[in-house]
C-alpha cells in the first residue's frame, strides 16, 4: 500500500510564501513522475508543477516564476515553494506521483489527500 501525505498549508496575506511538502510511504520500489495539482471551488483540478525522475522540471504559465518544486529521492519527497502568492492561488493542493510498488516495475498513479492554500488578507 502507498500513500502520499501532503503538509505546509494555511493561511498567508498576498505576497507571502509557503512551503508545501508530499512524502510518499509504503512499500515502494521507485518513484517516476512527482507532481503538484490544484483545485480552486468551482474549478476544475489544474497541474500547476511537476518533476520527473531525471530533475526536469514544468510549470503553469500561471505560476511560472513564483514557483519552485524539487523533490528528495532518499526520502520519496517533493517539495512546492511557493512565492508572491496571489489570492488566485487559493485552492486545495494536491500530490500526485507516479510509484511502481515491486519489482516488476509496474507504475501506478497515487494521490495524496489534499492540504489547503488560502491567500487573503
Known amino acids: 500500500q502507498v500513500q502520499l501525505v501532503e503538509s505546509g498549508g494555511g493561511l498567508v496575506q498576498p505576497g507571502g510564501s509557503l512551503r508545501l511538502s508530499c512524502a510518499a510511504s509504503?512499500?515502494?520500489?521507485?518513484?517516476?513522475?512527482m507532481e503538484w495539482y490544484r483545485q480552486a471551488p468551482g474549478k476544475q483540478r489544474e497541474l500547476v508543477a511537476g518533476i520527473d525522475s531525471s530533475g526536469v522540471t514544468r510549470y503553469a504559465d500561471s505560476v511560472k516564476g513564483r514557483f519552485a518544486i524539487s523533490r528528495d529521492g532518499s526520502k520519496n519527497t517533493v517539495y512546492l515553494q511557493m512565492g508572491n502568492l496571489k489570492p488566485d492561488d487559493t485552492a486545495v493542493y494536491y500530490c500526485n506521483a507516479e510509484i511502481a510498488y515491486d519489482i516488476s516495475g509496474r507504475l501506478l498513479w497515487y494521490w495524496g489527500q489534499g492540504t489547503q492554500v488560502t491567500v487573503s488578507s
Open positions: 509504503g512499500t515502494i520500489f521507485s518513484v517516476n513522475a
